[in-house]
Every structure is written in structure tokens, then in C-alpha cells.
């Protein structure tokens, strides 16, 4: 969950916007997150849980918000995770009685969530896999989602929501979550700092980061609302709803460049609600 703070550049590398050919950040997409995998989970395993459904550092959580659909109906089908991390919000679902599988890039964070089936005893059928080329037949799942996973991560996001129409059932419901567009135009910091304008929010350039060598290590790519509409209408969704979670009083932390002086005016989290048309 980061919208370019998380990582921290080499001191002798580059971290900035710019534009890359679009193989070095999926190279190095992979590599980042099997490398960090460890670190990533242990900074934010209190905040994540072991299985539990959180949409965003908001803490807005499916059990309360029911984007997927009410859980008694969700048992009837089957529903896959991509990006899906450690897989903690399908581990949640499993818990509900629900048939979710989980798949991500990294096989250091599935490693991980097979570890969360033993501590909990819940298990999560898990795939290794791109997200641009999903492993299944089409039509296999009635529900597909991602909490903060794939589509910021890729410079093809297109691709992600046209696998992601063919895997799912005429009518099955898409739904992710990523940072809010506009926050791409303030500071990535957490203080007032990052209460002031200081980009285009126009400019679509990845935030990315390079080791001293030159090669692309980090990246994450910036689209506007109606960017994010376009791929999902041109990709045969109707966008049913746009959710956008306010910061609630009770949550007084602060992850990477959000925190409860920026959630007090500015949105952190966009929540697409999305169905495949017939």
C-alpha cells in the first residue's frame, strides 16, 4: 500500500518520475517484492492481521463494507484475489465459508501466506502468477478483486482488466482498490508538507527508482480517475460505484504518506465497484 513512499532509493540512485521501457519495471516489479516480502509484512502485520479484509490504510474492512457482495451470497460462488500478497483478505473469506483462491507475482509473499495457513489453521488455495495472464479458464469465478495489488504496479494495466473480464462470469463482479489519483499531485509525505500541490496531477509519469547501475528497482504508475474508467469500460466493465473512504478519528496511524492530518482533507484510497457486462 504505497503510492511511491514505501520504498527507500539506494543513496546513490535515482528516484524521481520519469518514463522507462516498460520490461525494466516488470523485471524489477517481481524482484522488489520477493526481496521485501519479509520486511513489508513484518512493518504492517498488526495493522494487515493474519486474516482479515482490510481495502486501505484508512482501515475500512470488508466485513463493514460488503463491496464483494453480502457474504451469505458469495458462498454459492467462487471468488479469486489477485495481487493478493500475503493473502490475508482471502484467508478472511475462507473464514466466512467462502471459496477464495489468492494469486500473486511474488513467490516470497505466497511462501509467506502459506505460513498464515499453518498459524491459523485457515488454508488459501494460492497460484503464482502474472495478473496479465491469468492461469484459468474463462468463466471461472464470480467475484475477482485486489486490495492495493497489480494495477499500479504495471505500465499495461489494461491487460490486467481484460484478464480479469475473461476469467470472470457475464455479470461477476471486479473490484480493486489503489491510492487515490489525486494524490499523485501532493508530496508523498505525511505531514503538512504533503498538503501542498506540487505536481500535475495530468502528469502520468511512474514514480520509479534505480540502484546506482542505473536499473529500475521500484516502480509505480500514476492514472487519473478517468484513466481508470476508460480501461475498465473499453475492458467491458460498468463501474457500479467509487468509493472513497474517509479517514475515521479513531485510526491514528501513520503509513508511508498517509496519516490523520492528510486523511482529514484529502482522499488516500479509491475503491472501484465494477461489474462485467453480458
Do not use: K
Amino acid at each position: 500500500m504505497t503510492p511511491h513512499g514505501e520504498p527507500s532509493a539506494p543513496p546513490s540512485g535515482f528516484h524521481g518520475y520519469r518514463q522507462v521501457p516498460a520490461e525494466q519495471t516488470d523485471a524489477a516489479g517481481r524482484r522488489w517484492w520477493d526481496e521485501n516480502a519479509q520486511d513489508y509484512l513484518a512493518d504492517h502485520a498488526e495493522f494487515l492481521g493474519d486474516a482479515d479484509f482490510c481495502w486501505g490504510p484508512e482501515g475500512l474492512r470488508e466485513s463493514s463494507a460488503h463491496l464483494l457482495g453480502p457474504v451469505d451470497t458469495l458462498t454459492d460462488g467462487e471468488v479469486l484475489e489477485i495481487g493478493s500478497g500475503a493473502a490475508q483478505c482471502s484467508r478472511w473469506l475462507r473464514s466466512q465459508g467462502v471459496r477464495a483462491t489468492a494469486s500473486d507475482i511474488s513467490g516470497a509473499m505466497l511462501a509467506h501466506s502459506a505460513r498464515l495457513d499453518q498459524r491459523t489453521g485457515i488454508d488459501v488455495p494460492t497460484v503464482r502468477a502474472d495478473a496479465r495472464d491469468l492461469p484459468f479458464v474463462a468463466g471461472s469465478f464470480d467475484v475477482v478483486f485486489s486490495s492495493y495489488g497489480v494495477i499500479p504496479f504495471v505500465a499495461d494495466a489494461a491487460r490486467v482488466h481484460g484478464e480479469v473480464a475473461r476469467v470472470l462470469r457475464p455479470g461477476g463482479r471486479w473490484v480493486f482498490s489503489l491510492t487515490h489519483p489525486i494524490r499523485w499531485a501532493f508530496p508523498d509525505v505525511p505531514g503538512p508538507a504533503g498538503l501542498t500541490v506540487s505536481r500535475s496531477y495530468f502528469d502520468r509519469a511512474p514514480y520509479i527508482e534505480t540502484d546506482a547501475a542505473g536499473a529500475v528497482t521500484y516502480a509505480e504508475y500514476h492514472r487519473t480517475l478517468g484513466d481508470h474508467i476508460h480501461d475498465l469500460t473499453t475492458a467491458g466493465f460498468a463501474l457500479d460505484d467509487l468509493v472513497e473512504p474517509s479517514w475515521p478519528e479513531s485510526n491514528a496511524s501513520t503509513w508511508g504518506g498517509w496519516s490523520p492530518l492528510r486523511g482529514a482533507v484529502l482522499p488516500g484510497t479509491a475503491i472501484f465497484v465494477a461489474h462485467r457486462r453480458d
